[in-house]
């Protein structure tokens, strides 16, 4: 059964179920905070609790790759499991691997996460383009074919993140810039979203220099423990608010592991976003 379009299925789950995505990042100190063990036990409690708590009513979940990783062949059958559970709930999960290599390298990425019998497969990816746009070429091409999505890494939030993404090419644009004039391409003539998406920092202020409006999503980490606020949305993102999908981690994981406590802290988030792009 071919998938609908990545986008295309992103723009109807955040018209019904609000646009929120709400990571799983089981980090030893957050395992601690949940009184579990840092171990492949604790993880897969911590793991399924979130899918639990989340999956039937979130538009998007993000698991970070690496925290799973971790704990070796185990780890990623936990992975695979909230994959699979959280899909089946009706979430989309966007995969948090940041994977960027060039050639065969970079396609072996892409089978692992976008080829529909994959294991691990997502409904995308985040990706890094910092070998050149071009290196992701063989991840594109499978995610039109599988009718997933990317999720480019553009102007992330992270301050090291500027002396790459702010530098300035010859030809005058910044190198963020540039990346989101490819995803701008990518996403031409889709409707109603494109399905090639950018990593857009909230916590970084104005951004009106930069044209958001790619025709595509775009995934805003920094809400909550980061210190964006769902208030500051219209700010920075202006005439592309409607296409942002705003990541809270921390400021909701930490309720757990009490099932309505993460929900009540969800929906809390889920809501003043709500609000925050009906009054823009």
């Known amino acids: ?10 723009r109807r789950a955040m018209d019904e179920r609000g646009p929120l995505c709400v990571g799983i990042d089981p980090h030893a100190s957050l395992l601690a905070e949940w009184g579990l063990d840092d171990t492949v036990t604790g993880l897969e409690r911590f793991s399924r609790t979130v899918v639990e708590a989340m999956a039937d009513r979130i538009a998007v979940l993000k698991p970070q790759s690496a925290f799973f990783e971790r704990f070796g062949s185990r780890g990623v059958a936990v992975l695979e499991r909230s994959v699979e559970e959280a899909r089946a709930a009706g979430a989309l999960v966007v995969m948090d691997a940041k994977r960027g290599d060039i050639g065969s390298t970079m396609a072996a990425y892409a089978e692992s996460f976008l080829r529909k019998d994959s294991p691990l497969f997502s409904d995308a990816l985040t990706v890094s383009p910092y070998l050149g746009y071009g ?6 091409a499978l995610a039109r074919e599988s009718g997933a999505g990317l999720f480019v890494l553009a ?5 090291e993140g500027g002396e790459v993404q702010h530098a300035v090419r010859a030809d005058g644009r910044t190198v963020g810039a540039t990346m989101l004039a490819h995803l701008a391409a990518e996403n031409v003539g889709e409707e109603p979203l494109g399905s ?3 990593v857009v920092g909230a916590t970084l202020g104005d951004l009106s220099t930069y044209d958001l409006d790619i025709n595509g999503p775009i ?12 208030a500051d ?3 920075v993102f202006g005439s592309a608010l409607r296409n942002v999908v705003p990541n809270v981690s921390r400021g909701v994981l930490r309720h757990g592991p009490d099932v309505v406590a993460l929900r009540d802290a969800a929906e809390r988030f889920a809501q003043q976003v709500r609000a925050a792009v009906e009054t823009s």
């Open 135 to 140: 290196s992701l070429s063989p991840a594109v």
């Open 1 to 10: 059964m071919t998938l609908e379009p990545f986008g295309a299925r992103l």
């Open 219 to 230: 995934l805003a980490p920094g809400i909550g423990a980061q210190g964006a606020a769902p």
């Open 155 to 159: 102007l992330t939030s992270n301050p």
């Open 233 to 235: 949305l219209p700010h």
């Open 196 to 198: 090639f998406g950018a």
